[in-house]
């Protein structure tokens, strides 16, 4: 370990050398990694939970709260992004270390105004949800179930962002262990209030989807301010005093992460709205389908995990080195890190391909009676796609995150607007339906989509020499 100039806080120097170098950064990537990713599974943990909650409850609050996820979903997606935007810009400050307290101080707190920002108007406009929804046809029970709980549930757009912010602060000085662990303590402390909540107990009364919603808020408050507590009172952090003069502006700094985290958020929030488009199509063929595709997705994103964490440390080292001007370790970073995303992905493909009936099997009591045959058939021939979509879905996310490292995002974003839109729902949609293929032509949309993506963004950064703001980051220095 060595220490960074000016504030003496731990991060994990960069490896020098060939071959020893590439163990020694396969070594730190994972260990930044590991945490991130498993951070991410607790909150898909969380989801679980509200669903099993929910579905003793009865179908109907399953479904709105359901269709009240897939409406937050998309501001929530949009705001991550948006705090991803201080990523680059806290690396770049700690890789330079002069005066990098001060730097990532001020990002920080401007990266809570501009969120913050977003987040007001977007809480206010999602208050009157149920009239879109009555106005795409709805019915009206339903709509009024979902306006509830989204009205509930929608304060979790500002803890969940901000927990977003301070978690990719001691990301930056690799110190991302306590994060982990309060967003898995948060798993079973979600469960208990949303269980009390729900159902009514200890003199409450029973509250249905908007227990659920109040349940979720209260935990992610509660999970905020135990991060924001620990920064307060950790001897390394402390000394930043990131909420001191919380109300005073830098304008810059506040440019600088929208200028990073609009594109970011906007490269997210395409990927998210291209699956759930894709549900949408896979619920016209049958709910059979629908059901088989969401045992398929739910398999493949608890896998995604690890490559998106891959991803997000190569992100952090990608963007140290650079401000370091480092060259040879922002190569040997890139490479590392799609090595160890795919591969991985590549292991847990053979896994998804050769072991798809059991894995399918989760999620079905009974593989032979009624429906269930149909969705077991389904799900098991999903999974052989989504085996191939594994590999191209690592290759993307690290890939482009790396490029967001080197605050490239802009471009990234527009290819993810052609690749996911341009050729992927329009692919998805004439493969099942004028083709013939059903559910696995939209899954060969998937592929084919994701796949393109995956290919600009390698090449992207593998000619990044040609990009302008890896030149102004390491060339000008």
């Known amino acids: 370990m060595s220490a960074v100039a000016g504030g003496g806080m731990g991060q994990t120097a960069l490896p020098t050398g060939s071959g020893r170098g590439v163990m020694a950064e396969a070594r730190a990537l994972i260990a930044l990694g590991l945490p991130l990713a498993l951070g991410q599974l607790a909150g898909v943990a969380m989801l679980t939970t509200d ?33 991803q935007g201080a990523v680059p810009l806290m690396a770049y400050a700690v890789g330079a270390k002069r005066h990098h307290m001060r730097e990532v101080r001020r990002i920080v707190r401007q990266t809570l105004w501009a969120t913050g920002f977003v987040c007001l108007p977007v809480i206010a406009l999602l208050w009157n949800i149920g009239v879109l929804l009555r106005l795409i046809g709805q019915e009206e029970g339903l709509a009024v179930e979902t306006e509830r709980y989204v009205r509930a549930v929608s304060p979790i757009l500002l803890t969940g962002t901000w927990y977003v912010v301070l978690r990719n602060f001691m990301a930056t000085y690799d110190r991302p262990r306590a994060a982990l662990v309060i967003a898995l303590l948060q798993v079973p402390v979600n469960g208990v209030f949303i269980y009390v909540l729900i159902f009514g107990h200890f003199g409450l009364p029973a509250l249905g989807v908007v227990g659920a919603g109040l349940g979720s808020v209260a935990s992610g408050l509660l999970a ?88 997000q440390a190569g992100a952090i080292r990608i963007g140290i080195a650079a401000g370091s001007h480092d060259a040879a370790a922002i190569t040997r970073t890139g490479w590392t890190a799609l090595a160890l995303g795919c591969g991985f992905m590549g292991a847990m493909a053979f896994v998804m391909l050769f072991w798809r009936e059991d894995l399918a099997g989760l999620f079905l009591a009974d593989r032979t009676s009624g429906g269930n045959a149909a969705v077991f ?49 329009t692919l998805s949609w004439a493969l099942a339906f004028p083709f013939g293929l059903g559910g696995e032509g939209i899954w060969w949309g998937f592929v084919a989509a994701v796949g393109a993506f995956a290919v ?15 030149r102004d980051l390491i060339e000008r220095a």
């Not at 802009?410 to 052609?418: G, N, Q």
Request: net charge positive.
């Open 377 to 425: 058939t389904y799900a098991s021939g999903f999974l052989v796609l989504a085996a191939l979509f594994q590999v191209v879905d690592a290759a993307q996310v690290v890939a482009v995150n790396l490029l967001r490292g080197l605050q490239d995002a802009r471009v990234p974003m527009l290819y993810a607007m052609l690749c996911y839109w341009g050729l992927g729902f």
């Open 456 to 470: 600009l963004m390698v090449r992207r950064f593998a000619g990044r020499h040609r990009i302008p703001a890896y």
């Open 51 to 83: 669903t099993i909650m929910l579905g003793r409850v009865g179908p109907e609050a399953l479904a709105a709260a359901a269709l009240g996820f897939s409406v937050i979903i998309v501001p929530m997606m949009f705001l991550i992004g948006l705090a």
């Open 224 to 311: 905020l301010a135990a991060l924001a507590g620990f920064v307060a009172l950790d001897r390394r952090f402390r000394r930043f005093h990131l909420l001191g003069r919380f109300w005073r502006a830098d304008r810059q700094k506040l440019m600088d992460v929208v200028r990073l985290g609009t594109p970011i958020g906007l490269t997210i929030t395409f990927e998210v709205l291209l699956f759930s488009g894709a549900a949408q199509l896979m619920g016209l063929i049958g709910p059979l389908a629908l059901a088989a595709h969401q045992i398929a997705i739910q398999i493949a994103s608890v896998t995604f995990m690890f490559a998106l964490g891959i991803g």
